[in-house]
Structures are given as structure tokens and as C-alpha cells.
């Protein structure tokens, strides 16, 4: 069982930046494969950002390719993803996702096994 908990939103004016952290329970973290997601009110969850492995390839959604970076700490068990040039329609609830990693659709919010609650973006024009 791995647990997952984010945190790092708030509030910010569009341009600006935020650091999303989410950390993760378990031994086997360097070996997991990590994602961000993202769910706007009245929308569908969607694909943000994600971490094949620790060393591995990463993968991003068009819309914050060049905004948005995601990395991760092994040591402290940590995926970080770094924002900047937040635009209004960044705002949402972020949330991580993980699961042993394993060839497979890492854009696809049904290859991941574990979710943390979710942390409110507001970007205000």
C-alpha cells in the first residue's frame, strides 16, 4: 500500500509560479512510476505531467509543455512538480498518482493503483 499526499497549492496571479509537492509512503518509491493529474470544476480529470521512474523518460501534456516541470527526490521519497507561468486555466485540483512501473499508458489515469487527496490551484488573471 503506498499513501500520497500533496501539498504546495494556493492562490497565485497568472504568470506566476507554484511547487506542487507529493510524498509517498514505501521502500520502492525510485522504482514507481509517478503522475500529476489535474481536475477543473465541471470537467474531466486530466493528464498533466509524469515520471516513468527514477532515471526514466518524462512525459507532459501540451498544455504545459515548457511551463510545467516534474522531478523527483528518491531520497526524501518526494515528486515534485514545478509551475511556472501559471495561466488561469491552470486552475484546478492537482493531484498525484503512482503505481509500480511497468510499460504502459502513464498519460492514462487508469494505469495508476494509488491517488493522494488533491490540492487546490487558483491562478487569477
Known amino acids: 500500500q503506498v499513501q500520497l499526499v500533496e501539498s504546495g497549492g494556493g492562490l497565485v496571479q497568472a504568470g506566476g509560479s507554484l511547487r506542487l509537492s507529493c510524498a509517498a509512503s514505501g521502500r520502492t518509491f525510485s522504482t514507481y512510476a509517478m503522475g500529476w493529474f489535474r481536475q477543473a470544476p465541471g470537467k474531466e480529470r486530466e493528464f498533466v505531467a509524469a515520471?516513468?521512474?527514477?532515471?526514466?523518460?518524462?512525459y507532459y501534456a501540451d498544455s504545459v509543455k515548457g511551463r510545467f516541470t516534474i522531478s523527483r527526490d528518491n531520497a526524501k521519497n518526494v515528486v515534485y512538480l514545478q509551475m511556472n507561468s501559471l495561466k488561469p486555466e491552470d486552475t484546478a485540483v492537482y493531484c498525484c498518482?503512482?503505481?509500480?512501473?511497468?510499460?504502459?499508458?502513464?498519460?492514462?489515469?487508469?494505469?495508476?493503483?494509488?491517488w493522494g487527496q488533491g490540492t487546490q490551484v487558483t491562478v487569477s488573471s
Open positions: 498518482a503512482a503505481a509500480p512501473y511497468r510499460p504502459g499508458p502513464l498519460r492514462s489515469s487508469l494505469f495508476y493503483d494509488y
Open positions: 515520471s516513468s521512474r527514477s532515471g526514466g523518460p518524462t
